[in-house]
């Protein structure tokens, strides 16, 4: 009885093992060059696989064959890219296609040839099977295409901040009540085998997010990360590709709405911000009354901003903001107010809620004097 028990443990481990994969493309145990990531943006929609380069640059030779990496039943799939299904995997910019319904066995039978205008295999796979509605996962999570590796950083190349909202007002020098931060970054290199995306730096990030720290370098609002590219709900969806993407972002260049929740099941909740005036204490959208119960009083901030690939490489950036959301108030005056010195050389004492420009406050005092 215990050998039996041990026995189907060991099955156990082995089925969970065989949740990885080799390459669809010879030769099917190296690593290969991945033109585009997943959840990049295109035109209407986001890019739900990754795009293989094959080995070669020899059309007709085998290396641009393509096979199936599990034995099933396959499929041609329908839409403008002529491709092929076995199970769960998708391979698509296929010439010289396998007919539907013919059974293939894995790393023997080719589904198709890479069509030579593409130079490329458009790889990707869902969580279940056709007809029911799937959802698209990312194929460079460890353990799916293997092996993959990736030591190379991406980049942030630039941090802006806009008003919440429609209309895209970029905001400059002071930022005050809800504010949403548009970011530009991109993965230099996929993988560590010289291989580069032709132009370099053209692919997208894995996830990518932002907190918020005071001067002392405090944490002052926790790490936010809303765009992370695990699954997909709805690459189809162009509301939430455009809170995921800003305004020119095209297939090689990416700008991440970092403070959008474009995934978030509740469409309320998805086109998000930065509400620089919250109230201590309460949910985001809440508006302090005043300085006193503000979860950012009016000062200078760090807003950083951390992109990652999928090896968790990582770039950081910082910028510091000034944030201004109330007035100044007097605290308190040496004289009292209406008070009376007694002599001409008292120093008078202006006690503010904030720190002040001191020239402003030399000049309107010499005014009263006037
Ligand atoms: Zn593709």
């Known amino acids: 009885m215990r050998k039996i028990l041990i026995i189907s443990a060991g099955i156990i481990i082995f089925g969970s093992y065989l949740?990885?994969?080799?390459?669809?493309?010879?030769?099917?145990?190296?690593?290969?060059?991945?033109?585009?990531?997943?959840?990049?943006?295109?035109?209407?929609?986001?890019?739900?696989?990754?795009?293989?380069?094959?080995?070669?640059?020899?059309?007709?030779?085998?290396?641009?064959?393509?096979?199936?990496?599990?034995?099933?039943?396959s499929y041609r799939t329908n839409g403008g890219n002529p491709g092929v299904r076995v199970g769960k995997y998708y391979y698509i910019h296929l010439k010289n296609r396998i007919q539907s319904e013919t059974y293939v066995t894995a790393f023997q039978d080719t589904v198709g040839r890479i069509q030579p205008t593409e130079a490329h295999l458009h790889f990707h796979w869902t969580s279940r099977y056709p007809p029911l509605?799937?959802?698209?996962?990312?194929?460079?999570?460890?353990?799916?295409?293997?092996?993959?590796?990736?030591?190379?950083?991406?980049?942030?190349?630039?941090?802006?901040?806009?008003?919440q909202?429609?209309?895209?007002?970029?905001?400059?020098?002071?930022?005050n009540r809800k504010v949403d931060m548009l970011v530009v970054a991109r993965d230099t290199r996929t993988d560590t085998t010289g291989h580069a995306p032709?132009?370099?730096?053209?692919?997208?990030?894995?996830?990518?997010?932002?907190?918020?720290?005071n001067t002392l370098?405090?944490?002052?609002?926790p790490y936010w990360e809303k765009i992370r590219f695990d699954t997909i709900p709805d690459p189809t969806s162009t509301s939430q590709l455009n809170l995921t993407y800003g305004s020119g972002s095209i297939i090689s260049h990416f700008r991440y709405w970092i403070t959008n929740d474009p995934f978030?099941?509740?469409?309320?909740?998805?086109?998000?911000?930065?509400?620089?005036?919250?109230?201590?204490?309460?949910?985001?959208?809440?508006?302090?009354?005043?300085?006193?119960?503000?979860?950012?009083?009016?000062?200078y901030y760090w807003v950083k901003v951390l992109a990652y690939d999928i090896r968790d490489n990582f770039d950081a950036e910082s910028v510091k903001v000034y944030l201004d959301?109330?007035?100044?108030?007097v605290l308190?005056?040496?004289?009292?107010?209406?008070?009376?010195?007694?002599?001409?050389?008292?120093?008078?004492?202006?006690?503010?809620?904030?720190?002040?420009?001191?020239?402003?406050i030399t000049s309107s005092i010499r005014c009263v004097f006037c």
């Open 19 to 73: 949740l990885g994969y080799n390459w669809p493309l010879k030769p099917f145990d190296k690593r290969h060059q991945i033109n585009s990531t997943f959840g990049e943006y295109r035109n209407g929609h986001f890019h739900k696989g990754v795009d293989i380069k094959p080995f070669g640059s020899d059309t007709t030779d085998t290396l641009h064959l393509v096979y199936s990496i599990i034995s099933d039943t």
């Open 133 to 163: 509605s799937d959802t698209v996962l990312n194929p460079l999570w460890t353990g799916a295409l293997t092996p993959y590796a990736d030591s190379t950083n991406p980049y942030i190349d630039s941090i802006k901040f806009y008003r």
């Open 165 to 175: 909202g429609p209309g895209d007002t970029l905001l400059t020098d002071t930022l």
């Open 198 to 213: 032709s132009p370099p730096g053209t692919t997208s990030v894995y996830r990518i997010g932002y907190e918020i720290l």
């Open 217 to 221: 370098c405090n944490i002052v609002k």
């Open 264 to 299: 978030n099941p509740d469409p309320s909740l998805q086109n998000w911000y930065w509400n620089t005036k919250q109230k201590v204490g309460e949910p985001d959208s809440v508006d302090a009354d005043c300085i006193e119960d503000a979860k950012f009083p009016d000062d």
């Open 325 to 329: 959301n109330f007035l100044p108030k």
């Open 332 to 360: 308190n005056t040496y004289p009292k107010n209406n008070g009376n010195a007694n002599n001409p050389d008292t120093n008078i004492i202006v006690i503010f809620s904030e720190s002040m420009d001191t020239n402003t």
